[in-house]
């Protein structure tokens, strides 16, 4: 046993277990600490998540939000409704006598409109297409669906409106 003693320096590598079980116990506790932190955040999130319902039940069944919802609903309608019949008067005023539309549609938040249309020949198609282009109130998106038959020349075409559209 003597020479045990005299073989390991007890006086140096004491020093360094000791660091190393505070080492340990620190990170040991900081683990726990880690975890109690998480699951006091997770019973926060669902009281939160809790009180959230409720509060959006009461506020739903509020039948003064009802009403209110209603009328801010009539009230979009109607702006909508008029500046589709803007963009729909303007639309008619710029397009040429020569286009048949068969469907046209109105994407108020991209501000694009898709038309079906149809021409008589490719000389007119390209005679609309080239004006469309000109125009500075409309840029092409995309033409797609491009075929001939009897009654003339189908097209779909995807224009973007401009700001001096709305001018």
Same mark, same amino acid.
């Given at each position: ?12 590598? +004491? ?24 699951? =006091? ?17 009461? /506020? ?15 009230? =979009? ?8 019949? /803007? ?26 409109? =898709? ?32 075929? +001939? ?19």
């Amino acid at each position: 046993m003597d020479n045990l003693k005299n073989l390991i320096p007890w006086g140096l590598i +004491a020093p360094f277990l000791i660091i190393l079980l505070v080492e340990y116990g620190l990170i040991f506790f900081l683990n726990f600490y880690n975890k109690s932190l998480e699951n =006091e955040i997770n019973k926060l999130n669902s009281s939160i998540l809790q009180k959230q319902d409720l509060l959006q039940q009461d /506020f739903l069944n509020n039948p003064i939000y009802q009403s209110f919802s209603q009328i801010v609903n009539i009230v =979009e309608i109607f702006k909508k409704r008029d500046s589709l019949v /803007f963009i729909i008067n303007k639309f008619n005023q710029v397009m040429p006598k020569f286009l048949t539309l068969k469907d046209f549609s109105y994407d108020s938040e991209k501000k694009e409109i =898709e038309i079906n249309g149809l021409v008589s020949n490719w000389n007119d198609f390209n005679r609309f297409y080239k004006y469309v282009d000109n125009l500075d109130i409309f840029k092409i998106k995309e033409v797609r669906d491009l075929q +001939a038959d009897e009654k003339g020349i189908n097209f779909n075409m995807v224009l973007i409106l401009q700001p001096k559209f709305f001018q």
